[in-house]
């Protein structure tokens, strides 16, 4: 359906964002249950004042552009959030605003090489590496997806090719045993438990293939 | 769940409203949630900040004040705080001297300090430098996890490095007394009750009536094993074992012996744990020197303790002995 060079603007984006706070928000029991289970059980609570405080700016007049969008995104998150997730989420925001340019709108091939970006920072930041039972376990194989399908000139199946990759990824974060964050202290015992990070990493995708297809 | 509050989403913010009303002595900035001294910044001394996820008071805003903290910053419950709060703290306390952050190593905290120290020297020119502490004997196999976890030996960083700043160290120096401080300090802790994270609202892990969790951390994150419910004399074994298998502890200038209750659980248990310590100390040849017991970094109204040894020499003993005047930590002034 769409062509290579359709584009992506702030209102797109903005759609995006707030799906994925909707997601967050009707998933905020969910994860922190999970993360009750090898984590601190904040994690649900967190992001949802983080995505909370993003909506918040959106509402009070989004900034023109989608790196300006991006980038309120990612501060935001990284003011009202704390912890981990609030440093990893801003960072890939801010990364992906690093890398969208200053134009009205990018087109699909930036708006991959921008998530690939924003999933580069979360490495750089956490030190993440594959397999470790973390956010990175959904987005890598996501990304990964979404630059191997994006060849064609299917946009939305390429993005549904990366939320399910990221779901698979979630998926198979519970039998991996951790070795970052908080659960890595429970060694063996993390065994048997889907990662809170993978999980909330997985809706940020779906909420991706949901509304910029 | 039971607990004092209110709402569970203005926890915090109540927390450093009744912390502004019950200490005068100290100045409250109730929208970056930083605790800082009244007469900060004290020109010409090394300004100490601190700060973590709340629900382990009084660390670290009870630890604010002459001779400790200069400014702490408080984050959600069991969540760091955010790089802006650092930031804002660091400006209100920088007294021309350099800024010591003292950091306890779990991953946010570790995270959003060094965004904060970035942030500072790209935009301020306060000179930062941060200590990382890391005591927690109960994570094996560090290099496959996120590290040891920063515990106890923070109370005596904070305290430490705070009197070497009060006696005029600069910030190299400041910054090496606590880097010793935590490169001779071990700790381990056990739980005999699960805290409860109050917007969660029920118990972070479920333990029996009949089992304690042995090298417990101090947000309810699991330690190294679960063992049958065991009298104070057996307990005190479990958690001086590993840590004197360790670092040798003995000859030089004795040890600071530190039994740090969790929240809920009451001095009266926290002299037997102390008096167990102690017995065991004698038997393997470490001196005393110092003592410290009570709860002082906390996981909310989780029943057990931890011990931290910490190795002493005259240097250390003389900035322990120093005066300091804190809600949490208060003599000689």
Known sequence: MADGTATIDAAVIERWIRAFAAAVAENEELLTRLDSAIGDADHGSNLARGMKAVLAKLDGGPPGGPAALLKQTGMTLVSSVGGASGALYGTFFLRMAGTAGTADGIDQAGFAAALRAGVEGIVARGKAEAGDKTMYDALAPAVDALDAAMGGDDFSGALRAAADAAAAGRDATTPLLARKGRASYLGERSVGHQDPGATSAALLVAAAADTLG | ?333
């Open chain 2, 1 to 333: 769940m039971k607990k004092l509050i209110n709402e569970p989403a203005d926890i915090v913010a109540e927390a450093l409203l009744g912390i502004a009303a019950a200490h005068p002595e100290l100045r409250v900035d109730h929208e970056n949630k930083i605790v800082y001294r009244a007469d900060a910044p004290v020109r010409g001394k090394v300004a100490l900040i601190s700060g973590g996820g709340s629900g382990h008071e009084p660390l670290h805003a009870g630890f604010v004040g002459p001779g400790m903290l200069d400014a702490a910053c408080a984050g959600e419950v069991f969540t760091s705080p955010v790089p802006d709060q650092v930031m804002a703290a660091t400006r209100l306390v920088d007294g021309g001297a350099g800024v010591l952050h003292i950091v306890k190593n779990y991953t946010g905290d570790v995270m959003n300090f060094e965004m904060a120290a970035e942030l500072a020297a790209a935009e301020s020119g306060v000179e930062v430098v941060s200590v990382v502490t890391d005591d927690d004997v109960a994570v094996q196999d560090s290099l496959y996890t996120a590290g040891r976890r920063g515990v106890g030996v923070t109370v005596l960083v904070e305290k430490i490095a705070g009197a070497a700043a009060t006696e005029g160290y600069d910030l190299a120096r400041v910054a090496d007394v606590a880097r010793r401080v935590n490169a001779g300090g071990r700790s381990m802790g056990m739980a005999l009750t699960s805290c409860t994270v109050p917007a969660a609202g029920h118990p972070t892990f479920d333990l029996p009536d009949d089992e304690i969790e042995i090298g417990i951390g101090i947000h309810g994150e699991p330690g190294r094993r679960r063992v049958p419910a065991a009298p104070a004399r057996e307990v005190a074994e479990m958690l001086m074992e590993p840590i004197l298998a360790d670092l040798d502890f003995t000859g030089g200038d004795g040890v600071l012996a530190f039994v740090n209750g969790m929240g809920g659980t009451p001095l009266l248990e926290l002299y037997i744990m102390y008096n167990e310590v102690a017995t065991i100390l004698a038997k393997s040849g470490v001196t005393v020197a110092r003592s410290l017991v009570g709860p002082f970094i906390t996981s909310l109204e989780m029943a057990g303790c931890s011990v931290t040894l910490l190795k002493m020499d005259e240097e250390l003993l003389r900035l322990w002995d120093a005066p300091v005047r804190t809600p949490g930590l208060r003599w000689g002034m």
